[in-house]
């Protein structure tokens, strides 16, 4: 499509213009691709889970910092999503009352070779089907019904639902192409295995991930290896190991680039689903969401069935929980892409508490909700209660690293 562009400037400005219209194409292309979504995604079936439960992840990378959760309410649906703060016309990552959830990640080699290539749909598409699906199949039924008149989008979706089923779905403008997780794990990153493109985008963090996932399956893995491993990982696949390639020192200090890890210095939020394969429980999929970068931040659990969002996490105009985190990352960094260690660990060492405490609290109350079903306003109660001890942990942490 960019290309068409730059024909098209050539046609109308003439020859003598061509270095102008270069740039200006430069420019385009430069712009498409920083505004992309580089995540790094997975599902993990619950037949290799200790507790039995599906599993959906997406760490999101973006240039969109101001990440918000909000609540959706339709006629017959109602819906969890990670949006752009005020932008409730996309959603990045969502779940909704019938225990479907969806999220993706940018593959833009799915552009197949000669085709005027649409892009930038995939948080419509999401929000539609979050709107419209209550299974992995119905999602599919989306996209057989769009292959002939065209979707914009270029991506990897990545769907689950309370009856075990999860998939991967590759996606161009007229085409599709469906893995399922059956007994096994699937990972993406930012390229398609049926892409067209020759260099397979995000391999590392890829790789990163698998084994990472294949490492703790063989430990009996669970969501919380996602919430204080997997997610928060930034070091980066070497060979046929892992090592911190990525670290270096300067000035006396331990720095590691972000750049290439699962955890980047551009990812903004994560939505982790955690799926109990059984319809009685479709409204309590945990949706462990965490508001910021993942290494410098705190997963927040919510639930479809509260049919709310904590003020925290939902404001007007931005996440108060998120802008706090965005500042707690500013203190990290030495500069955009290094990770201070030192920083990391004074940070990270207070947070772990907090967040081992989440989860205790959490996965407790969650064993007695699945025998005793609770009102809406005790579990809306309870994720207010657990995202204001977090913000104000997070301030105070926040007021004794600023000295």
């Known amino acids: 499509m960019l290309l068409c562009q730059f024909q098209s400037i050539l046609r109308k400005k003439g020859r003598h213009e061509l270095r102008r219209a270069f740039f200006v194409f430069l420019f385009l292309l430069v712009l498409r691709f920083s505004l992309a979504e580089e995540c790094t995604t997975g599902i ?10 599906l599993i959906l992840w997406k760490n999101r990378d973006t240039k969109n910092a101001d990440n918000e959760l909000h609540f959706f309410d339709y006629k017959g649906f109602s819906f969890l999503g990670v949006i752009n703060a005020d932008d409730t016309t996309q959603v990045w990552a969502g779940v909704n009352n019938f225990g479907f959830a969806i999220m993706n990640a940018e593959s833009r080699d799915m552009a ?6 649409k892009y930038d749909g995939e948080g419509f598409l999401m929000k539609k089907a979050l709107k419209n699906c209550r299974t992995v199949d119905d999602f599919e039924r989306i996209l057989q019904e769009t292959n002939q008149t065209g979707r914009d989008v270029t991506s990897n979706f990545g769907v689950v639902d309370v009856y075990g089923n999860g998939a991967f779905f590759e996606v161009g403008n007229h085409e599709y192409f469906r893995y399922d997780v059956a007994d096994t794990f699937l990972v993406r990153a930012n390229f398609a295995f049926k892409g067209y493109a020759k260099e397979a985008y995000g391999k590392k963090r890829y790789l990163r991930a698998r084994y990472l996932i294949s490492r703790e399956i063989e430990n009996g ?15 980066v696949y070497s060979g046929l190991s892992c090592s911190p390639e990525n670290a270096i020192e300067k000035e006396g200090r331990q720095l590691v680039n972000t750049s290439g890890s699962i955890n980047r210095f551009r990812t903004v939020s994560v939505a982790l689903f955690e799926v109990i394969p059984d319809t009685a429980f479709r409204e309590f999929v945990t949706f462990w969401y965490c508001p910021g970068e993942p290494s410098v931040s705190v997963f927040v659990p919510v639930w479809v069935y ?12 931005f996440s108060p929980l998120n802008r706090l985190f965005q500042r707690l990352k500013f203190y990290v960094y030495d500069d955009e892409r290094l990770l201070d260690l030192g920083k990391y660990r004074r940070v990270r060492t207070r947070l772990d508490r907090l967040q081992g405490e989440i989860v205790e609290k959490t996965y407790r109350v969650l064993k007695k909700w699945t025998v005793f079903t609770p009102s809406r306003k005790e579990v809306a109660d309870y994720q207010k209660k657990i995202a204001k001890e977090v913000y104000w942990e997070v301030r105070k942490l926040l007021g004794e690293v600023d000295k």
Request: aromatic share 10%.
């Open 44 to 53: 993990v079936s619950h037949e290799l889970t200790k507790d039995g439960h």
């Open 112 to 117: 197949k070779p000669g085709e005027d290539t």
């Open 221 to 235: 893995l669970s969501c919380t290896d996602f919430i204080f491993k997997i997610a928060r990982d930034f070091y």
């Open 306 to 317: 509260s049919r709310s969002v904590p003020v925290e996490l939902d404001s007007i105009g």
